[in-house]
């Protein structure tokens, strides 16, 4: 089946530097990939879907200068989390779909932790 | 605008018993897609069961199933035949067409030996 890998699974890394967190659909093309947050015992927030070619589109309350995304081919998008703080903690998660009618296919996410 | 509903934070059910999960959406669409996925402590996200709205018939896959009632707007999930590895969080959700898929707060599913 369909398979989109995220990497690194976990980071930890210090205020105020940046992070980079990679998406990859190993055996499809994703013109569009989705970046999720979740908080521990929380839901899936989207954060922003990443277009490729394109600019992403954040959702109201993201910092797109934050919260960096860059989907330069069909099967790569990246997010960089920059200038991180410890609010920035979270869980991030990345998903695309592999057709039309599938439901999407998510990466196994990167635990974040800026101390 | 889209949202889903669980409201049931957490449920519990007896190892080979059967459980049923609850989801409302609301939507002003007439074609989307609904989901059910399972997150395990290992938080990967696990598709269990999808329905498209323009099927009357419920969707099944092996012990999972669901009531799916567009007129209301419910979707909800039946486990029959639980068993120790379903114990996991379950989210409800919904995506239009191409756009992006919005869940529920979850529902956790604990299931005793």
């Known amino acids: 089946g369909a398979v989109v890998s995220q990497h690194p699974s976990w980071v930890i890394c210090k205020s105020g530097t940046s992070v980079k967190i990679e998406c990859r659909s190993l055996?499809?093309?994703?013109?569009?990939m989705f970046w999720y947050r979740q908080f521990p015992k929380q839901s899936l927030m989207l954060m922003a879907t990443?277009?490729?070619?394109?600019?992403?589109?954040?959702e109201q309350g993201v910092e797109k200068d934050k919260f960096l995304i860059n989907h330069a081919s069909l099967t790569l998008s990246t997010l960089t989390v920059t200038s991180a703080h410890p609010e920035d903690s979270s869980f991030y998660i990345c998903s695309a779909r592999p057709g039309a009618r599938d439901g999407y296919t998510f990466g196994s996410g990167t635990r974040l932790t800026v101390v | 605008a889209q949202t889903v509903t669980q409201s049931q934070p957490e449920m519990s059910v007896q190892e080979a018993e059967t459980v049923t999960l609850s989801c409302t959406y609301d939507?002003?669409?007439?074609?989307?897609?609904l989901f059910w996925y399972k997150q395990p402590p290992s938080r990967q996200m696990i598709l269990v069961i999808r329905q498209e709205a323009y099927k009357q018939q419920n969707a099944t896959e092996n012990r999972f199933s669901v009531n799916f009632q567009k007129a209301a707007k419910s979707f909800s999930l039946k486990i029959s035949d639980s068993q120790l590895g379903d114990a996991a969080m379950y989210f409800c959700a919904y995506r239009r067409n191409n756009n992006d898929m919005r869940f529920g707060a979850g529902t956790r599913l604990t299931v005793k030996p």
């Open positions: 055996d499809f093309q994703a013109t569009t």
């Open positions: 939507t002003s669409e007439s074609d989307y897609y």
């Open positions: 990443s277009n490729e070619g394109s600019k992403a589109t954040y």
